[in-house]
């Protein structure tokens, strides 16, 4: 049996690339034979920037309620929060000494980061976001990690950190895979193809899962194209093969088959077309949203099923690892 862990941020509302990129391979993975899955809402990544408390936990909820109505089922995979499991924030200051600050330093995203800001004021959360990334995995036993390009190398740190653990104490922790989507692992910015799909951008770059019809065929039309109006799938015109993709996804039709019906056919065509089958989409899984989401008493069982299920996983890994180490 295979185990895949995985997570999602509460840091802001969900996108098209946060449903393409990872909700609906979590729904259609977790038919597969010889699988056990476990994804959790990831709010102590999300306190790295400062959040309204109120407002992080209605999206704690929602979350959950996303993850229900694009069809993951609880009864068959573990749906928990990482901040009810405390084992989580334990293994990241015990993992924290078998990584060093070169290591940390080297981090794309802190990197990134800092050259926006500065890196004197960033917060240390940011900085040991891998450390506590490792945590989530490693306290699973994980097999595979289902994540975007962008987390490639946080997954190779995780991996890093595991070896030179089990090095030292003997074998304790599974070496766990990185696993890409061949098409959604990275949905790209409506404005900007060479960035990911991201709601701290501006508010034209992405296409929220809870937008209205009208917003969602403005943005697709507005959005950034080449110059030669060909309907083509290539690494040399990224802004519409970004586009192909979404529309390949929620039309459920392969490049070759959209590129054929758009023969001959421009831009702007495509991109109203594609702003109607994507509304149309998320119009169908709002509604399934808003009756799920209503119901709070349901969404607190499914939470508190999940982390006793997770958290017995999780207390058994933190007694081996403590006791080790000679903490217990």
């Known amino acids: 049996m295979k185990r895949v862990v995985s997570g999602i941020k509460p840091s802001g509302d969900l996108t098209i690339g946060n449903y393409l990129g990872a909700m609906k391979r979590w729904a259609d993975n977790q038919h597969l034979d010889g699988y056990e899955n476990f994804f959790f809402v990831a709010n102590?990544?999300?306190?790295?920037?400062?959040?309204?408390?109120?407002?992080?936990?209605?999206?704690?909820?929602?979350?959950?309620?996303?993850?229900?109505?694009?069809?993951?089922?609880?009864?068959?995979?573990?749906?928990?929060?990482?901040?009810?499991?405390?084992?989580?924030?334990?293994?990241?200051?015990?993992?924290?000494?078998?990584?060093t600050m070169g290591e940390l330093a080297k981090m794309t995203q802190f990197k990134d980061k800092s050259l926006k800001s500065g890196k004197e004021g960033q917060f240390v959360g940011l900085y040991d976001y891998p450390v506590l990334m490792a945590g989530d995995v490693l306290l699973y036993d994980a097999d595979e990690i289902p994540v975007g390009m962008d987390q490639t190398q946080h997954i190779e740190l995780c991996k890093a950190i595991a070896q030179r653990f089990n090095n030292i104490h003997g074998e304790t922790f599974k070496i766990p895979k990185a696993?890409?989507?061949?098409?959604?692992?990275?949905?790209?910015?409506?404005?900007?193809?060479?960035?990911?799909?991201?709601?701290?951008?501006?508010?034209?770059?992405?296409?929220?899962?809870?937008?209205?019809?009208?917003?969602?065929?403005?943005?697709?039309?507005?959005?950034?194209?080449?110059?030669?109006n060909k309907i083509s799938f290539s690494k040399d015109k990224p802004e519409i093969s970004n586009l192909l993709t979404i529309y390949s996804e929620f039309a459920d039709k392969t490049f070759d088959e959209i590129e054929k019906?758009?023969?001959?056919?421009?831009?702007?065509?495509?991109?109203?077309?594609?702003?109607?089958?994507?509304?149309?989409?998320?119009?169908?899984?709002?509604?399934?949203?808003?009756?799920?989401?209503?119901?709070?008493?349901?969404?607190?069982?499914?939470?508190?099923?999940?982390?006793?299920?997770?958290?017995?996983?999780?207390?058994?890994?933190?007694?081996?690892?403590?006791?080790?180490?000679?903490?217990?």
């Open 179 to 228: 696993t890409l989507s061949k098409t959604t692992a990275k949905i790209m910015s409506l404005n900007d193809a060479t960035k990911k799909m991201s709601k701290s951008e501006s508010a034209d770059s992405f296409i929220g899962l809870d937008e209205d019809p009208d917003s969602i065929i403005k943005k697709f039309k507005r959005a950034v194209t080449d110059s030669d």
């Open 44 to 99: 102590l990544h999300a306190i790295t920037v400062k959040q309204d408390a109120g407002l992080l936990r209605k999206r704690t909820f929602d979350i959950v309620a996303w993850l229900l109505t694009v069809g993951v089922d609880p009864n068959k995979s573990v749906i928990f929060i990482q901040s009810m499991i405390p084992a989580h924030s334990e293994i990241c200051w015990i993992l924290n000494n078998y990584v």
């Open 261 to 328: 019906e758009y023969e001959g056919k421009g831009y702007g065509v495509f991109k109203n077309d594609l702003g109607e089958i994507v509304s149309q989409k998320l119009k169908d899984i709002q509604k399934t949203f808003s009756e799920i989401r209503d119901d709070e008493e349901r969404l607190k069982n499914v939470i508190a099923e999940g982390n006793s299920n997770a958290g017995i996983i999780a207390n058994e890994k933190m007694n081996v690892v403590k006791g080790i180490l000679g903490l217990a």
